[in-house]
């Protein structure tokens, strides 16, 4: 069964963002668990509700083939946090699948894995992308190795897809 982890803000996540590449996944026969700052609710920018199963510090990186970090103001959180940059690296290291949308992105490029790949991600970040040595593209998903990232909530369905395909889902 493959194994995807969904890495939500506590508030202010994209609804869109966390809840098309879900159905998805779920669709394509994925198993997928959410994690956040802390386990609990956790509350979309249009109200959208997800339940965090665990907080992203406790996540084992050897139990998941993808791990993906959802987009909106709350992403933020992460762009910094050497916990959710840790965990991004170990799931590449190991050839899993991991993939930002939106604002996301910028988690990723701080993390050292866009350092010369084709990334994507909302207008706002291209100059964060570019300084952390990603090559921006304006395109709404971009797929470079097991790298993919997403311009934001039009490309969440079309994120997915390309999330599950990778998967071989």
């Known amino acids: 069964m493959t194994q995807v982890l969904m890495v939500v803000a506590p508030q202010q996540f994209r609804d869109e963002e966390y809840e098309h590449p879900r159905e998805v996944l779920l669709s394509r026969g994925a198993t997928v668990t959410t994690a956040s700052v802390e386990p609990g609710e956790c509350i979309g920018r249009f109200g959208a509700k997800a339940h965090a199963e665990m907080a992203v510090a406790d996540a084992d990186p050897a139990d998941y083939d993808a791990v993906v970090f959802v987009g909106g103001a709350g992403s933020a959180v992460y762009f910094d946090d050497e916990r959710a940059h840790a965990l991004a690296r170990a799931?590449?290291?190991?050839?899993?699948?991991?993939?930002?949308?939106?604002?996301?992105?910028?988690?990723?490029?701080?993390?050292?894995?866009?350092?010369?790949?084709?990334?994507?991600?909302?207008?706002?970040?291209?100059?964060?992308?570019?300084?952390?040595?990603?090559?921006?593209?304006?395109?709404?998903?971009?797929?470079?190795?097991?790298?993919?990232?997403?311009?934001?909530?039009?490309?969440?369905?079309?994120?997915?897809?390309?999330?599950?395909?990778?998967?071989?889902?």
């Open 91 to 169: 799931v590449a290291e190991r050839g899993g699948v991991v993939a930002a949308i939106c604002i996301a992105p910028s988690t990723l490029a701080r993390a050292g894995l866009l350092r010369g790949r084709r990334a994507t991600a909302y207008p706002t970040q291209r100059d964060d992308l570019v300084a952390h040595g990603a090559a921006w593209s304006d395109g709404p998903v971009e797929i470079d190795g097991r790298i993919i990232t997403a311009n934001g909530p039009d490309a969440a369905r079309a994120f997915g897809e390309a999330i599950a395909d990778a998967l071989g889902l």
